[in-house]
């Protein structure tokens, strides 16, 4: 009986693994129940379509109007305005007729097609989040912003170029194609080879284990801070993000402010590390790591700093250590790392039952997740950015966009090892243990509120990764001193953001654990806005819970001697 059921549940996994292949790993089965929820509660609420019914009259009235005046006057009051980070129609030749006409009619279908997904009676938040998602998606996939002959910015190349536009779209579509077959990185990203380009700071590995490597970095400053910086990158990405070219490495900035700094460099895991649990990143990654510093830098108390998912570690083992009495860490600090994931965004509605599942039957055939399967899952975020835009640009009007650093390294994408994914979604996204209390480290549940190391906890204002206000609940999480900086740009621009760069700024407060919680929305109202880089802000406030500097220690230690300089050989695995 229990071998039939095996063998059932095999077939399964095998047809839902080929069938992920042709649905970018999204589970149809989630997509057909939401929109099931939706037809079923909305065919049941004649009120919503008598009401969709008159908006639908009321739209195609104002535009009608707009038409009329527009014939006149064309640049009289667009009769609708895009959402403020729609910049699909800002061009010039987009506010011209018949053009004109065209954007505004479908920014009012747009309109209404999200009155008609959202406000609906009896659907579940989840499933109308997924079907407001997915219908937008259709949308945008057949904006005119998107459509060549509809498009008057195309058009205008078109006649500049003689046509000669499509011909160099058709050349970088046919070269795009042939290096994503032969699983090779995009147009561009050779000019940023890692260790000659980008991950250059000088540096040991001084430390290799099945899952990590561990570089130490060589003073630049006579003397230094006694307590060494310890920063673990998200295994999502490769950690050379942090050390990317000279003028924007946060290695580097560290290093010549004064710091012992050392990396982890994850391992890119292969179907071998299938079995890879969250728990063996905690023991491995940050654990194996502390033990190594503790012999290079002997009795030094550690500044840990986790960058997304790194963070989420990094909060773990911040207070498995607390909750053991372990006071080896003088700080943590958290950049774009969420620790309560009732507000994780869009990325949410990738992590309901059948979702996971069917993401864990791909996942168990190929022993991870695929790097095409991560980068489809986060383009869907920001399809108009990431997708649309740049098939406009570079295929229809034959433009290359020119490659810089930080594309490159998003490029240098990542595995995920089966078991440890399913963990994380489960855990987090979908029971959201850590907030909960529910989280067990060695068999006994963790607790943020006995971290008692100062925290300084950084959100990016336009994160769809981590959104901000998510990230900002760790205020509700803990008891110690917090400081919180809120600051301007994404995920990954607004984290590398170094001192000089132009059009920067932030908001930044310290929360005092017995003072009074203060809401997202007055806390943005009430924090004043300053402008620069928060890396200006960081470093000092490192300072100040450091000791005096001294001679910088001895790269590695008896058993832990340097193998080979940095980037070390992890980085470099495909």
Not at 184 to 191: F, L, Q, R, S, Y
Not at 396 to 409: F, V
Not at 455 to 472: C, E, I, K, M, N
Not at 534 to 539: D, G, H, L, P, T
Request: glycine share 6%; net charge negative; proline share 7%.
């Amino acid at each position: 009986m229990e071998a039939d059921t095996a063998r059932a549940d095999t077939v399964d996994r095998m047809v839902h693994a080929w069938q992920a292949r042709f649905t970018l790993s999204l589970s149809p089965a989630a997509l057909a129940l939401a929109y099931a929820d939706w037809a079923m509660h909305l065919a049941n609420a004649p009120g919503k379509q008598t009401a969709l019914v008159e908006k639908a009259m009321r739209k195609w009235l104002r535009f009608a109007i707009y038409a009329s005046r527009a014939l006149a006057d064309p640049c009289c009051k667009a009769c609708i305005e895009p959402l403020p980070q729609d910049r699909r129609f800002a061009a010039e030749e987009w506010q011209r007729p018949p053009f004109n006409l065209i954007q505004q009619a479908f920014l009012l279908t747009q309109q209404w097609w999200y009155n008609a997904t959202t406000g609906i009676r009896g659907v579940s938040r989840r499933n109308e989040e997924i079907v407001e998602f997915a219908s937008r998606q259709l949308l945008d996939m057949v904006a005119p912003s998107n459509l060549p002959f509809l498009n008057p910015e195309i058009l205008a190349v078109t006649q500049r170029d003689g046509g000669q536009n499509f011909a160099r779209g058709w050349i970088n579509l046919v070269e795009d194609w042939e290096r994503a077959i032969a699983g090779k990185k995009p147009v561009g990203t050779e000019t940023f080879e890692v260790g000659r380009h980008v991950g250059v700071t000088p540096g040991r590995v001084v430390y290799r284990n099945e899952l990590i490597e561990l570089i130490q970095y060589a003073p630049t400053t006579p003397a230094v801070r006694p307590e060494p910086v310890l920063i673990v990158p998200a295994w999502i990405m490769k950690y050379y993000i942090l050390d990317l070219s000279p003028n924007n490495s946060l290695v580097r900035h560290l290093v010549d402010s004064g710091f012992t700094v050392f990396m982890i460099s994850w391992r890119n895991p292969m179907p071998a590390q299938r079995d890879f649990a969250m728990d063996d990143y905690r023991r491995l990654g940050i654990g194996a790591a502390l033990e190594a510093i503790a012999a290079i830098c002997p009795d030094a108390r550690v500044h840990a700093c986790g960058y997304c998912l790194g963070g989420t570690l990094l909060a773990i083992a911040a207070a498995k250590l607390a909750r053991d009495g372990d006071t080896r860490l003088a700080s943590a600090t958290l950049l774009a790392a969420q620790t309560d994931f009732t507000e994780a965004g869009e990325l949410t509605l990738f992590t309901n039952d059948s979702q996971i599942a069917y993401l864990e039957d791909t996942m168990w055939e190929q022993g991870f997740l695929d790097t095409r399967q991560m980068a489809g899952a986060f383009q869907l975020l920001r399809s108009n950015d990431l997708v649309w835009s740049q098939m406009v640009k570079e295929y229809l009007k034959g433009e290359r966009t020119p490659m810089i650093d930080l594309m490159a390294w998003n490029a240098d994408a990542t595995r995920m090892p089966y078991r440890m994914h399913s963990e994380y979604l489960r855990r987090f996204f979908l029971d959201n243990e850590l907030a909960q209390g529910g989280y067990q480290v060695d068999g006994r549940p963790i607790a943020l509120t006995d971290i008692r190391a100062p925290l300084f906890v950084v959100a990016t204002q336009t994160d769809h990764v981590a959104p901000w206000r998510s990230v900002y609940k760790i205020h509700l999480l803990t008891d110690t001193a917090l400081t919180f900086v809120l600051t301007s740009g994404g995920h990954n621009a607004g984290i590398v953001s170094e001192p000089g760069r132009a059009n920067r700024s932030y908001q930044m407060s310290e929360h005092d654990p017995a003072g009074r919680y203060i809401d997202p929305a007055s806390w943005t109202a009430a924090t004043p806005l300053r402008e620069g880089s928060w890396w200006s802000e960081w470093v000092p406030w490192l300072g100040r819970h450091s000791g005096a500097p001294i001679a910088p220690p001895a790269m590695g230690a008896p058993d832990y001697p340097p193998l080979e300089p940095a980037p070390g050989t992890y980085v470099l695995e495909p």
